[in-house]
């Protein structure tokens, strides 16, 4: 191997079958497991015929005494060529057999599990059978015990040593596709060869143009805002900077790239496995993400984004369902917490401003409330409506409750909180203005001030801050549609992300996008028309 670390990876087969049985007859140990063994020169004969230096030390090596308690392989581990601590093993037995399931890719049960799952992940994106299995074996076991990450290849269904296990039982298909497992593994792993053959020659070309004219673009505008009076030939930098060609382009990359490049991150972001993880092993970090496989998944997504086919077919007419139905649900869902939140907000922080004589924040109590996490609360409603149906049955039929009322109230209850807080402060700040000691100078009493004098300024104050409590709330939903069960949008993009629907979940997220922002923008433009201080740009 070129790197200089000592990584090392075994490629291990069972050299010996039992041999010779009762009355001079043979095992012929075809599936069980000279197949394996096969797989294992092949892979040696291409690796040494590709004149590539892998970047791991591979070491192929034949296992005897299999059936007498794993001699070789205990002769191995105690004798080892290279040091263990920087070993890892693929061992094939068993392979030949034709099965639905296809190749299994069995980890040990500690330290192989994320080698395991990245290899049927590249088997998968070249479309071969690979299935990731918890079964054990004895040679596992024993390298498990040096902390070895070890994954075995077999077939779903295990051939016992029989006398009919000859090369007529062997389905040569299944041993190519295991073969073609392995082989995807050390081209993308262990050789680094993580070709982007996937791109074709107009999207190369047009990726070509779109970061000349980028750079070109930044590169003009840098000469610019260093020296405006600069001249290039008979050209002026500033009419160069400010020609229309010049300004399309700049209007392009700041207007119209902004959504491919979100489009495109939010193709990354579901292409990722949401079991992505990693881990420590033998002082090594292991994980089984591969940015190849991302990148490659999105780039293929979005070229069907342009597929003309892709919109006129039976998928994109389910996507259309599924993109109203979430959203009616959705907004419905938004639109009735808000209102519910703005009323009861506003009208507990006038009460609680009211009792309180204080020009301090003062009310722990909805501070502390307000410092719940949103899951709790949840957990807390699903618990008292569990007792409240024990004791009244009728209302378990009622579905209004369980799928709307529920979600809507617990929604509902820290925007309520938030509200109240602002009203609250609002309140306390005006009190101390010229015009409210003016009021009562004249006698107004203090519940006249704050009940009717002051809902303006609370009102206002509540508007303002409204786009800030849309992002609380959105990331409030996520929590509240998903443990409900409510089939709103949010519910729909962690169902789909869990499931990698890339084709769903990214119109799905581009369609909440567009109600975060059309909920924003109308607040603000609410906030404009009431308060007439912002229409004439005093604020």
């Known amino acids: ?46 690796m040494k015929e590709s004149q590539l230096m892998p970047y791991e030390t591979v070491i192929f090596a034949l296992w005897n005494a299999n059936d007498q308690n794993q001699s070789g392989v205990q002769y191995y581990i105690d004798n080892p060529i290279l040091a263990l601590d920087k070993t890892k093993v693929i061992h094939l037995e068993n392979i030949g057999k034709s099965t639905l399931e296809g190749l299994n890719v069995a980890p040990d049960p500690l330290t192989g599990t994320l080698i395991a799952d990245l290899i049927v992940k590249y088997a998968k994106d ?10 054990r074996s004895a040679l596992s076991i024993r390298f498990l015990n040096n902390k070895v990450p070890t994954i075995v290849f077999s077939d779903s269904v295990q051939t016992q040593n029989t006398y009919e296990d000859g090369i007529q039982g062997v389905d040569l298909g299944t041993v190519e596709n295991a073969s073609k497992v392995l082989l995807t593994y050390l081209k993308n792993e262990v050789f680094n060869n993580r070709s982007i053959n996937y791109f074709r020659k107009s999207e190369i070309v047009l990726l070509a143009i779109l970061s000349l004219f980028g750079i070109g673009i930044f590169v003009l505008g840098a000469v610019y805002k260093s020296n405006g009076n600069l001249k290039i030939g008979k050209f002026d930098i500033e009419e160069v900077y400010y020609s229309t060609f010049a300004m399309v382009i700049r209007k392009f990359y700041t207007s119209v790239m902004p959504y491919f490049l979100v489009v495109f991150m939010l193709t990354m972001l579901v292409n990722i496995d949401p079991n992505a993880n990693m881990a420590r092993v033998n002082g090594e970090i292991v994980s089984n993400v591969s940015f190849h496989l991302i990148v490659k998944n999105s780039v293929l997504y979005l070229r069907q984004l342009f597929n003309l086919e892709f919109y006129l077919s039976d998928q994109m007419v389910e996507l ?64 008292g409506y569990t007792k409240l149906i024990a004791l009244y049955p009728e209302l378990n039929r009622s579905l209004a409750i369980k799928e709307f009322i529920l979600p809507v109230l617990t929604l509902s209850i820290v925007p309520t909180v938030y509200i109240s807080r602002i009203t609250f402060i609002a309140i306390h700040e005006e009190m101390t203005k010229d015009y409210i000691k003016n009021e009562k100078a004249k006698g107004f009493s203090r519940s006249k001030i704050i009940f009717i004098e002051l809902f303006p300024a609370v009102f206002y104050k509540v508007v303002d801050t409204m786009p800030a409590l849309m992002t609380m709330l959105l990331s409030n939903m996520i929590v509240v549609e998903y443990l409900f069960n409510y089939k709103g949008i949010l519910y729909f993009l962690v169902y789909l992300y869990n499931r990698q629907d890339v084709i769903r979940f990214v119109p799905l997220a581009l369609l909440l996008g567009l109600i975060y922002v059309l909920f924003t923008g109308g607040f603000k433009f609410l906030a404009k028309c009431i308060n007439p201080l912002k229409r004439k740009g005093d604020i």
């Open 1 to 46: 191997g070129q790197t200089k670390n000592g990584e090392t990876i075994i490629i291990s087969a069972n050299l010996d079958s039992l041999g010779e049985g009762s009355n001079g007859a043979f095992y012929p140990g075809a599936i069980n497991s000279a197949t394996g063994v096969g797989i294992l020169l092949e892979t040696a004969r291409l």
């Open 126 to 135: 070249d479309e071969l059978m690979a299935n990731l299995n918890s079964s």
């Open 320 to 383: 259309v369902k599924v993109l109203i139905e979430s959203s009616k649900l959705s907004i419905a869902l938004i639109t009735t917490s808000i209102l519910i939140s703005i009323v009861l907000g506003i009208v507990f922080g006038m009460i609680e401003a009211y009792r309180s004589k204080k020009t301090s924040i003062g009310s722990l109590g909805s501070l502390v409330f307000f410092s719940i996490p949103e899951i709790l609360i949840v957990l807390a409603i699903m618990l």
